[in-house]
């Protein structure tokens, strides 16, 4: 097995420190909204290495993390708590935040086949691990106390910004107008935030410097290293935690244990809409269950997704969605009633692949070849269903037809029709879906479609 490590910015053959055996963490979710396609598409990425490893014969113990306090609106320690922001928002306490859209984020898994992590711990549960790993950093001397919490001193970590190639001297440059003036440097984190006096926080803990709560990069190297011990295999995120999140864990397992924590540092590019990182600006912040609700299978967009290689990230659009849903489903029509033999020379060619830093372009090149050879049908569909532990599409699963595609397009016409405040044909085409048996409906900025009962 071959991975890019961003460590070394090179692909490298993949040694277990247990044989047999694989220890991942990937950085989870921040649960203070609904996650959309672009947070999902990483734990998609992550889910096909995981199913790889098995199909391969590791026995994989991968972690996900909750991030349920401490992560703030900015990367430099300041602004307000996600969390917080959240409960505010919505009238509810930052408890019932979490818990919400923890659900709603393993809601999200199940949609997308993505398997179930072997560990799925919350930060929160995690306060005294925290409190623990601090002392010991504390210890070690790479701290110092300022009037609003405890910080990292990355002065004291010679190689601090090497693993992200950091240019510190522009850094400081750059930082002339520092937020907080009592950071020794400007790459400085806080590891502990002292609780503000004039305003009382829904989420503080004690600890040995006072009333606070955890800065964000501090329950990784925790939960991390609690579950797959001071050194672990691979270490999983966007490529946006690269320069910020992961070179601070890296300090912080420095700064606790002397070495970096993973062996491996893979990193996953994003999906992008309209050519840009989808975002408020640009659109494209559709949730699985908007896609859902527009008609699409959820599976359509793992398929989309698989189409790409992780470290490239895909363009998104509906009309990319739809063709996936087709081609997914034409896949689907190779079901037959039995199914033979794996065809061993396919399956040789399959496991090169994905042993090649995930090669699932060509992986997929490789399905329609599959599905398209002279194999005698059940030896096909043997042979499909055997990638599919790794493609996790849910191949077996019966085509749905609910809602036509004639119906689809009629929608997305109309969508079109409404963005250019074409209300006339807006209304024409709702009456057109009308006549075969369709309603729509408008949900802010994504409509819902239902058969007429
Ligand atoms: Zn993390």
């Known amino acids: 097995m071959k991975i890019y490590n961003t460590k070394t910015r090179q692909k490298e053959e ?10 991942i963490y990937s950085c989870g979710p921040t649960v203070y909204s609904s996650p959309h396609i672009g947070n999902m598409y990483a734990y998609v990425c992550w889910d096909v290495l995981v199913r790889t490893f098995k199909y391969l014969g590791y026995k994989v113990n991968n972690v996900i993390n909750i991030t349920d306090v401490g992560h703030l609106t900015s990367d430099a320690d300041s602004g307000e708590d996600k969390m917080e922001k959240g409960s505010k928002k919505e009238g509810l306490t930052v408890w019932e935040i979490a818990k919400k859209y923890e659900n709603e984020f393993l809601e999200n898994l199940k949609e997308l086949n993505i398997e179930m992590p072997w560990k799925m711990p919350r930060a929160t549960d995690h306060i005294q691990e925290q409190i623990d790993l601090i002392k ?4 070690n001397g790479f701290t110092y106390k300022t009037s609003d919490g405890i910080y990292f001193d990355t002065s004291k970590f010679a190689d601090y910004g090497k693993f992200a190639n950091l240019n510190l001297e522009k850094l ?4 002339r107008v520092e937020i907080n003036e009592e950071k020794k440097n400007p790459s400085d984190f806080a590891l502990w935030k002292f609780s503000p006096t004039d305003e009382k926080r829904q989420m503080e803990w004690k600890s040995p ?3 606070g709560f955890p800065g964000w990069h501090i329950e990784c190297t925790a939960m991390s290293t609690k579950y797959l011990g001071e050194t672990f295999d691979i270490h999983t995120g966007g490529e946006d935690h690269i320069p910020v999140h992961h070179t601070n864990e890296i300090a912080q397992g420095y700064g606790a244990f002397g070495h970096n924590t993973a062996h491996y540092w893979m990193h996953n590019a994003f999906i992008t809409f309209k050519g840009e990182k989808i975002s408020k600006s640009t659109g494209g912040l559709f949730t699985v269950f ?8 959820p599976l359509a967009y793992r398929y989309m997704i698989l189409n790409s290689h992780y470290r490239n990230g895909i363009e998104f659009s509906i009309e990319n969605l739809k063709t996936a849903e087709m081609a997914l489903n034409k896949l689907r029509s190779y079901k037959v009633e ?5 065809n061993q020379i396919f399956r040789q060619e399959f496991i090169e692949l994905i042993s090649n830093d995930l090669a699932m372009p060509e992986v997929m090149a490789l399905v329609w070849k599959v599905a398209k050879s002279d194999l005698k049908p059940d030896e096909k569909w043997a042979t499909l269903l055997d990638f599919d532990r790794v493609l996790g599409l849910d191949l077996d699963k019966e085509i749905r037809k609910d809602i036509p595609k004639e119906v689809l397009d009629l929608a997305e016409e109309r969508k079109n029709a409404r963005v250019n405040k074409n209300w006339t044909e807006s209304d024409r085409l709702r ?3 009308k006549k075969l048996g369709f ?6 900025n994504t409509c819902k479609i239902r058969p007429i009962t």
């Open 14 to 23: 993949f040694k277990p420190i247990s044989e047999n055996e694989v220890g």
């Open 136 to 139: 010991k950093i504390e210890n």
């Open 172 to 175: 400081k440059e750059g930082a």
């Open 209 to 211: 410097w006072g009333m």
């Open 290 to 297: 908007d896609l859902k609700e527009m008609g699409y299978e």
């Open 338 to 342: 039995s199914s033979s033999n794996i």
């Open 431 to 433: 009456e057109e879906i």
């Open 439 to 444: 309603l729509v409906e408008d949900l802010g």
